[in-house]
């Protein structure tokens, strides 16, 4: 069956819901068809450059908010294999009609949904069940001098985190406010 796709406030940010198949064996997925209409409608014509999957154990931890600069800024979709997570997209783009606005979606492997963001735009999550795994698809190589981000709490974004902040790597505590 198709993914269905879901505009959001911010232009260039989809929600992407799939219908995985089940029978009494288990279940399948198809993640990402690049021939698809929702796919092709939301991805373009960009290059999976790679993948990865990160797994957070504790509830409430944040990871984010990243992005890479500018001459290397990527597109990312994010899915979200196993537990629940509270997936946030913020336009970072100065040109943008919707700089500096956030928009959040719940990502669960229930709700087989994705979030595509797109360049310029930076991504955080807070985890909401323990165990939670996410996978990425990049439209960039890492290119570690390009690491940016913005710090978590930033009071200019005020992003509503469902729970209280958990942990936090050193490197995104220390991540700058936008002002």
């Known amino acids: 069956m198709p993914a269905e796709l879901r505009c959001t406030p911010i232009n260039g940010v989809f929600e992407l819901i799939s219908q995985p198949f089940a029978d009494h064996r288990g279940a399948f997925l198809n993640a990402f068809r690049a021939q698809e209409d929702a796919f092709m409608g939301s991805w373009g014509d960009r290059f999976i450059a790679q993948v990865n999957v990160s797994r957070t154990e504790t509830v409430g931890t944040i990871?984010?908010?990243?992005?890479?600069?500018?001459?290397?800024s990527e597109a990312k979709l994010v899915r979200c294999l196993r537990g629940r997570v509270w997936d946030v997209a913020v336009d970072l783009r100065p040109d943008s009609v919707t700089y500096c606005h956030w928009h959040a979606v719940e990502l669960?492997?229930?709700?087989?949904?994705?979030?595509?963001?797109?360049?310029?735009c930076a991504?955080?999550?807070?985890?909401?069940?323990?165990?939670?795994?996410?996978?990425?698809?990049?439209?960039?190589?890492?290119?570690?001098?390009?690491?940016?981000?913005?710090r978590w709490n930033d009071p200019q974004l005020a992003i509503g985190w469902p729970l209280p902040a958990g942990e936090l790597s050193e490197r995104d505590r220390g991540l700058p406010l936008l002002s």
């Open 108 to 120: 669960s492997s229930e709700r087989a949904n994705a979030l595509l963001i797109p360049e310029g």
């Open 63 to 72: 990871r984010g908010l990243h992005l890479q600069a500018l001459p290397h």
């Open 123 to 150: 991504h955080g999550f807070q985890v909401l069940e323990p165990g939670s795994e996410l996978l990425y698809l990049h439209s960039g190589s890492w290119v570690p001098e390009a690491e940016t981000g913005v």
